[in-house]
């Protein structure tokens, strides 16, 4: 079994068992996938340096949505113009939390410095919401309806097995914070 | 917001004061943006709070505060300032996997969630 996340004098440290890392390396590819924008033949090598997307788009996948949510709520013009300068960033940006907190997953223990523990936070927090989505997560009856799957022997179909990956990745991320937030007051 | 063990002893009072940035000086009654943190399901309560402790630099007790405002009333203005400096908060925020977005001031939500409390630092 994984060992909550606790703040000492190593820092934030953590233990996973090869099965769970494999399961979270699994969860980090996914997302990974999902945010990775796609090469366009004819797109302008300059534009897409300087983090210009021209062709972006709000994405037409909920989950994919809640991750690169437009930034204003009543304005779809304005919301994909800025989209347009900045989505591609956004996305790079998760991609590097994500392969960063992937690539300490070698290891069963872990031992997270102060960057890392950000990367794995966020890229915890960003497998909840795909997992959120892909279980209809709406509000907080379903999410406490979700959160009521605890027992792993009670998995017989692909919603109860996301919803025990759903309550693992949650508790990971609760113990998490909690430990960010001890280092916080140190 | 989600509170999935809980929030532990550190929700009481504090007297830590944050490293406001300068979007928390909410004096200047010309700046004509906000930026909104809308509730969610999934997001922690004690990430929430963490985000706007260390991105903001807000005391534990303003960001606990603004996160039960987000989560009791769906939103709260976490933020004032030009349309730039909120528009560059909102692509943090998205970067943390908090649902965020921009509106003008008076842009008939009128004010709910920033009324009380505006103003006063932790």
Redesign the interface.
């Known amino acids: 079994m994984a060992k909550a996340f606790k703040y000492g004098l190593k820092g934030i440290t953590g233990y996973l068992e090869p099965a769970e890392r494999d399961l979270l390396r699994s969860l980090f590819d996914d997302v990974i996938s999902m945010l990775e924008p796609e090469e366009r033949a004819n797109q302008d090598p300059l534009a897409a340096l300087v983090g210009l997307d021209t062709e972006a788009r709000e994405p037409s996948d909920r989950a994919l949505r ?9 304005d779809d013009k304005a919301s994909l113009e ?1 989209r347009r300068y ?1 989505e591609r960033s ?1 996305r790079e ?2 991609i590097g939390a994500l392969k960063a907190a992937a690539l300490g997953l070698d290891k069963d223990e872990l031992v997270l410095t102060p960057a890392d523990a950000r990367h794995w ?2 890229a915890l ?2 497998v ?2 795909v997992l ?1 989505e892909r279980l209809d ?4 009856a ?2 406490e309806h979700v ?1 009521r799957m605890q027992d792993w022997s009670q998995a017989e179909d692909v919603e109860s097995y996301l919803a025990l990956v759903y309550n693992f990745t ?2 990971l ?3 998490l ?2 430990a ?3 280092s ?2 140190a | 917001m ?1 509170l ?2 809980a929030l ?1 002893p ?1 929700t009481q009072e504090s007297t830590q004061t944050g490293t406001a940035s300068s979007t928390d000086v909410l004096t200047a009654p010309d700046i004509p943006w906000n930026l ?1 943190i809308w509730n ?5 309560m ?2 929430v ?2 985000v706007f ?2 991105y903001f630099g807000y005391s534990e007790a303003k960001a606990n505060k603004l996160m039960l405002e987000v989560h009791k009333k769906g939103r709260s203005i976490v933020a004032h300032g030009s349309k730039e400096q909120v ?1 560059q908060h ?2 943090a925020m ?4 908090l ?5 003008k001031a008076s ?1 008939g939500h009128g004010g709910n969630g920033s009324g009380k409390g505006k103003g006063k630092r932790g």
């Open positions: 809640r991750l690169l949510p437009n930034v204003m709520k009543d800025f900045t956004l940006s998760k936070s966020t927090n960003d909840r919401l959120a997560i709406r509000d907080d379903d999410a959160h949650t508790w991320q609760e113990s914070v909690q960010m937030l001890a916080l007051e | 989600t999935s063990v532990g550190d909104v969610d399901p999934v997001n922690l004690s990430y709070s963490y402790r260390s528009e909102a692509v998205h970067g943390y996997g649902w965020a977005t921009v509106e842009s």
